[in-house]
C-alpha cells in the first residue's frame, strides 16, 4: 500500500517532521511518501492564500493518482480542497481535520479543539459545524503560533499545546482534545515521546488518524469496497460534460 501525504506548503521544511511522526503508525505493507508543493504563497495562514494553494492541491492529487498511490492525505487541518479532490480522483482522498472528529467517540464522549493560531480557529470551528459535529465539540481554541515559527522550536510549542488542552479540558469538561494543526500536533508527538510530563491526557493526531483512514480506505479500494457515490456531491464533470472535464484536466497536469 502506498500513500501520498502531501504537505500543502511551499516549502519542505516540515516533509522529515511529519515522516518521523508517520513512519511508527504505520502497518506493515504501509510506504508512505511526504511531499509539498512548490508554490507561492507558502502558507495557507490567510483566506486568500488558501484559494490559492488549493489549486496546487488539486494537481498534486491528480498526479499521485497517476503516481499510482493507493490514497491521498491533504496534511492541513483546514482540509483545503478535499471536496474537490474527491471529485477529481477515484483513489482515497482524506482530509486530518474530518478524519479526526469523525472518530472521537472512541477517545472520549465530548472533545474540544486546539489549533495553531486565532485566525484558524474561526476556520476550524465553520469546519466543525459544516461536518455536522458541532453538538459533542466543547469549545475551539489555539496556542497562538504560526506555522512558519513552530519549526524553530518545536519543544516550545508541544508544551504550548499541552498547557492549552489541559486548560480547555478543565475549564469546558471536554475528555479529548484534537490538536488541529498538523505542524502543532507533529511537534507534540516527537517532544512527547521524550517527555513524559507532556503525557497523561487524551489528545488525537490529526496526522496518524488521517493515515490510518486512508490505509482503511485504500485495503476497502483494493476489494472493491470504498464505492464512494458519484450521483450527487462527488459527482464529476465527465458525466456531465467530458468535454469540460477533459480541459480541467489538462489544467491540472500542466507543468
Request: aromatic letters at 8%; one cysteine or more; proline letters at 4%.
Amino acid at each position: 500500500m502506498r500513500i501520498c501525504f502531501l504537505n500543502p506548503f511551499g516549502t519542505p521544511a516540515y516533509d522529515q517532521l511529519i515522516y518521523d511522526v508517520l513512519t511508527p503508525s504505520l502497518q506493515s505493507g504501509t510506504e508512505v511518501e511526504v511531499r509539498h508543493l512548490d508554490i507561492v504563497p507558502e502558507n495557507m495562514d490567510y483566506f486568500a492564500a488558501k484559494h490559492l494553494v488549493e489549486v496546487g492541491i488539486m494537481k498534486a492529487a491528480v498526479q499521485a493518482e497517476k503516481d499510482g498511490f493507493d490514497a491521498f492525505v491533504i496534511g492541513c487541518c483546514y482540509d483545503p480542497g478535499l471536496t474537490q479532490c474527491r471529485e477529481l480522483v477515484n483513489i482515497p482522498v482524506v482530509g486530518p481535520l474530518e478524519a479526526s472528529i469523525m472518530n472521537t467517540r472512541p477517545f472520549g464522549h465530548r472533545y474540544a479543539v486546539v489549533t495553531d493560531h486565532h485566525k484558524a480557529a474561526t476556520e476550524i470551528a465553520d469546519r466543525v459545524r459544516i461536518y455536522g459535529q458541532e453538538q459533542n465539540c466543547k469549545a475551539v481554541s489555539h496556542v497562538g503560533w504560526f506555522i512558519y515559527d513552530m519549526i524553530k522550536d518545536p519543544a516550545v510549542v508541544a508544551k504550548d499545546a499541552y498547557d492549552t488542552s489541559l486548560r480547555i479540558m478543565k475549564e469546558t469538561g471536554a475528555e479529548t482534545v484534537v490538536i488541529a494543526c498538523t505542524i502543532v500536533s507533529a511537534c507534540y508527538e516527537i517532544t512527547a515521546a521524550k517527555d513524559e510530563s507532556l503525557r497523561g491526557i487524551s489528545v488525537i493526531d490529526p496526522n496518524i488518524i488521517a493515515v490510518k483512514q486512508a490505509e482503511m480506505l485504500a485495503s476497502l479500494n483494493a476489494v472493491g469496497q470504498y464505492r464512494i457515490a458519484r450521483t450527487g456531491y462527488y459527482q464529476q464533470l465527465a458525466t456531465h460534460s467530458p468535454e469540460q472535464a477533459e480541459e480541467l484536466y489538462a489544467l491540472l497536469t500542466e507543468k
